[in-house]
Antibody, heavy 121, light 106 residues
Framework: QVQLVESGGGVVQPGRSLRLSCAASGFSFANYGMHWVRQTPGKGLEWMVVISNDGVNKYYADSVKGRFTISRDNSKNSVFLQMNSLRAEDTAVYYC??????????????WGQGTLVTVSS | NVLTQSPGTLSLSPGERATLSCRASQSVSSNFLAWYQQKPGQAPRLLIYGASSRATGVPDRISGSGSGTDFTLTISRLEPEDFAVYYCQQYGSSYSFGQGTKLEIK
């Protein structure tokens, strides 16, 4: 069965960096696009970024463009989110999600359980 | 494309019919509209894609309809496990989510 397991969340000071990981299993990871989505009580679900199956194509939401970077390692069935210059408003539960297609332009058919990031001094 | 869901909260009893609405500010390309269910402490679960296609394992009492800017999720006979928060999402032009409808037990 498909499993997505996020890790790397925690408490971080404003302006610092954090790297999230998502380990995938149960499907041919190299054949699918992958997303990061975050959720806050105030703003609900917010899509942040997608990476195509081969890692070549990446698209970012304006809210994180220039601060966050997505990458993947198909040999390790993992996708990563490097978050720099963190702000209080980045506090959220971060989910990785599998796209139904290879490019990453379809719906999200599986989600991980999420990892909590708290940005606070 | 901003998605607006209504109502914000829906209070119903098991066995009743639930109708949830999702309205888009612009036409959703190719009816690329999905619905997700989320229970407390859990990740969202895909229910419907392409406005009306059920995901694997979704019971047939749950159905999606609509096109253009107006979409509906219908649960014909509510079961106890259906009480949750429901989100619509469009994936026709980038991605955006509605703010959610909480379906609670009356």
């Amino acid at each position: 069965q498909v499993q997505l397991v996020e890790s790397g969340g925690g408490v971080v000071q404003p302006g610092r960096s954090l790297r999230l990981s998502c380990a995938a299993s149960g499907f041919s990871f190299a054949n699918y696009g992958m997303h990061w989505v975050r959720q806050t009580p105030g703003k609900g679900l917010e899509w942040m970024v997608v990476i195509s199956n081969d890692g070549v194509n990446k698209y970012y939401a304006d809210s994180v463009k220039g601060r966050f970077t997505i990458s993947r390692d198909n040999s390790k069935n993992s996708v990563f989110l490097q978050m720099n210059s963190l702000r209080a408003e980045d506090t959220a539960v971060y989910y990785c999600a599998k796209d139904h297609g290879w490019f990453g332009d379809l719906y999200f058919d599986y989600w991980g359980q999420g990892t909590l990031v708290t940005v606070s001094s | 494309n901003v998605l607006t869901q209504s109502p914000g909260t829906l209070s119903l009893s098991p066995g009743e019919r639930a109708t949830l609405s999702c309205r888009a500010s612009q036409s959703v390309s190719s009816n690329f509209l999905a619905w997700y269910q989320q229970k407390p402490g859990q990740a969202p679960r895909l229910l419907i894609y392409g406005a009306s296609s059920r995901a694997t394992g979704v019971p047939d009492r749950i159905s999606g309809s609509g096109s253009g800017t107006d979409f509906t999720l219908t649960i014909s006979r509510l079961e106890p496990e259906d009480f949750a928060v429901y989100y619509c999402q469009q994936y026709g032009s980038s991605y955006s989510f509605g703010q959610g409808t909480k379906l609670e037990i009356k």
